[in-house]
């Protein structure tokens, strides 16, 4: 799905009408934040693209390939969503799109992932990800609804998934609200085994209310009692003392790809890595990047993951795809040791 006509400076309105959308940038902050509402726990709806199959089939065993991205509202690199207009949301959701399409995620977690919103276009970014990219089923926890504004969580998927659930965190807590989507879906070629994928957007600027928010997303998984792939902008490090990252991954037993190697920022403005995928011990990070394309200000992060009982010993392309049907992807994405 193309953007439209896009013109060289749709990224930059006139002055009078930057200045009147700063205003209400302003208001809507102001607003939001005296909007304070309980608890949501929603299932929210697993929409199905027409006429799209999932692209792994059946009988294919191998590894699966996912994706967490930090969308910022579809403003790309500028200051802020409600400066730009429709146009310009559009084409900085195709140079996503043109990313999906070069690295072929089966599953990609979203976070700051709008709906229909004045301040983003009034179109819904997931549905419209999912449509240019011809991926098979998508679903959107809302975690913020108020004042013409639309957004949260999301996930793309490429296999079938089910059992979705969007949990919002107490928004009395943190503003604007956050919050995160699971769902559920079968390892390709092992039909018994059921992973639960989460997109998880934490607070960006309190350790105490992460940490609270990490309490819950603990409790809510545990559960499902399913192994977990747990992705999205955790908003805190490794090496935080007081880390709920660490905290989530402690208490659900989960893994972080070389949690300390340098190198791995995934927030350029702070030189910080704070968007993270975490496993369970079942699955293995077969490889793992961040990738360089400056479609948000945040990277994305790109990962291998294959089922722990498959053999160390395969060659490359057999490690990353042991009898997966799309195997000519191996040679562009070499595996790495964890």
């Known amino acids: 799905m193309s953007g439209g006509n896009v013109s060289a400076d749709s990224s930059t309105p006139d002055r009078f009408g930057s200045g009147c959308r700063l205003f209400f940038v302003l ?4 607003l939001l934040a005296g ?12 929409v199905g693209a027409a006429g799209v199959a999932p692209t792994k089939e059946p009988g294919c065993r191998g590894s699966i390939r996912v994706m967490t991205l930090n969308l910022a509202h579809g403003r790309g690199s500028g200051f802020h969503q409600a400066l730009q207009d429709a146009n310009a949301a559009q084409h900085n959701l195709d140079r996503i799109g043109r990313l999906l399409a070069r690295e072929v995620p089966d599953l990609v977690a979203l976070q700051e992932a709008d709906g229909p919103s004045l301040w983003s276009g009034n179109f819904d970014h997931v549905a419209y990800l ?11 926890g809302e975690h913020v609804s108020a004042l013409g504004l639309s957004y949260g969580t999301g996930l793309l998927a490429n296999l079938e998934i089910g059992e979705a659930l969007a949990v919002t965190f107490d928004p009395a807590l943190s503003q604007p609200a956050k919050g995160f989507v699971v769902s559920a879906f ?4 092992a039909p018994g085994f059921q992973v639960d994928v989460v997109s998880l957007h934490l607070d960006a600027f309190n350790a105490e209310v992460r940490d609270v928010q990490a309490r819950r997303l603990v409790q809510e998984l545990r559960e499902r009692r399913r192994p977990l792939v747990v992705m999205g902008d955790f908003n805190t490090g490794w090496g935080q003392p007081d880390s709920a990252l660490r905290r989530i991954a402690a208490e659900l037993d989960l893994r972080a790809y070389r949690p300390l190697e340098p190198g791995l920022s995934t927030f350029p403005a702070l030189q910080r890595r704070l968007d993270w995928i975490l496993v369970s011990p079942e699955l293995d990070f077969l490889a793992y990047r961040v990738l360089d394309d400056r479609v948000s200000d945040h990277r994305a992060v790109l990962a291998e993951l294959g089922l722990r009982e498959d053999p ?13 049907c799309r195997p000519e992807r191996a040679a562009r994405y070499p595996a790495q040791s964890s």
């Open 35 to 46: 909007c304070a509402s309980t608890e949501q726990r929603v299932e929210p709806e697993i």
């Open 130 to 140: 999912a449509a240019a990219r011809g991926y098979a089923n998508y679903v959107r």
């Open 27 to 30: 208001l809507w902050v102001l």
């Open 186 to 189: 079968r390892w390709p070629g």
């Open 312 to 324: 160390a010993s395969f060659s490359v392309a057999e490690r990353i795809y042991p009898g997966d």
